[in-house]
């Protein structure tokens, strides 16, 4: 079957899809749209991560700072065991973690099956305390936890078919794979919903409360990051996380509801990472 042939069944099966396809959010209950499973999201996104880091390792720009990747390994190892209660089976996923030494990108994420990496921009530019880091990336852990990214390649696969028509060029045995990578790659770059935000906030400063971590930290964080901004968009992490103006005022009341698991006594599991 040639490649041309092979992209029609797939955008006429895909568009199928986006009449029938939903699943249940693993975590909220909420119905969403999929067309990806979150098996083939996590396969996906391993594939588009390595492709992400690699050019970026040879430079020098991964972990290129033991004292900052050591600080930053520590906080998100004290945030996987309170995902892993949400999610046992996310025991078993590949977490890691990278930082990326790019001092003009103000951004993180966190892929389906727990691949993760922050900037230094977002660390540096805001100094960016330990409880303020534990918010980003509790609120990374989040999505990956909901879902989001197979939810958001869902959508790009339905809406944007430049993503596959790429994959043309290639031979028919990568055809799918590479779509499919792509694709995750492009999920970390684009909006997420309001509904995936806000689900993404609840789960991520709970998440940082139980590892011990201020959850009046996400409310400063935003703070920092309009301040810093200057009022525009210039952050990359506010192109992928719009933010309502009421956010603060959110987090705010829910880092009231999060004080007691912030003040617990007793010792914060740790998740070591490879």
């Given at each position: 079957?040639?490649?041309a042939?092979?992209f029609?069944?797939f ?5 199928i ?27 996906a ?24 990747t ?16 949400y999610?046992?089976e ?10 990326i ?9 966190c ?20 409880d303020?880091i ?9 999505h ?20 596959t ?11 799918a794979?590479a ?32 590892a011990?971590?201020?959850p ?14 200057g009022?525009?968009?210039?952050f990359?992490?506010f ?26 006594k ?9």
């Amino acid at each position: 079957m040639g490649a041309a042939v092979w992209f029609k069944r797939f955008v006429w099966l895909a568009m199928i899809g986006v009449s029938v396809a939903c699943a249940t959010n693993p975590v909220t209950g909420r119905r969403q749209f999929m067309i990806v499973s979150e098996g083939q999201a996590i396969t996906a996104s391993a594939e588009a991560y390595v492709a992400m880091l690699a050019p970026l390792d040879k430079e020098g720009k991964i972990d290129n700072n033991p004292a900052v990747t050591e600080r930053v390994r520590r906080i998100t190892e004290r945030l996987i065991p309170h995902a892993v209660a949400y999610r046992p089976e996310t025991a078993d996923w590949e977490w890691t973690v990278k930082v990326i030494d790019d001092p003009k990108t103000v951004n993180a994420f966190c892929m389906a099956g727990g691949r993760m990496a922050i900037y230094t921009g977002l660390i540096d530019q805001l100094n960016a305390t330990d409880d303020e880091i534990a918010q980003v990336m509790g609120h990374e852990i989040a999505h990956a936890l909901s879902a989001h990214t197979a939810e958001k390649m869902s959508v790009a696969l339905a809406t944007d078919l430049a993503v596959t028509g790429v994959a043309m060029t290639q031979d028919n045995k990568g055809l799918a794979l590479a779509g499919a990578s792509m694709a995750a790659a492009l999920a970390i770059k684009l909006p997420n919903s309001r509904e995936a935000e806000t689900e993404a906030d609840r789960i991520g400063i709970e998440l940082a409360a139980k590892a011990g971590y201020d959850p009046r930290a996400a409310a400063t964080l935003w703070e920092k990051m309009g301040k810093n901004s200057g009022g525009s968009s210039k952050f990359e992490f506010f192109s992928t996380h719009p933010a309502p103006a009421k956010r603060q005022e959110t987090l705010a009341k829910l880092a009231d509801e999060m004080m007691p698991y912030y003040q617990a006594k007793g010792e914060r599991p740790v998740f070591p990472l490879k």
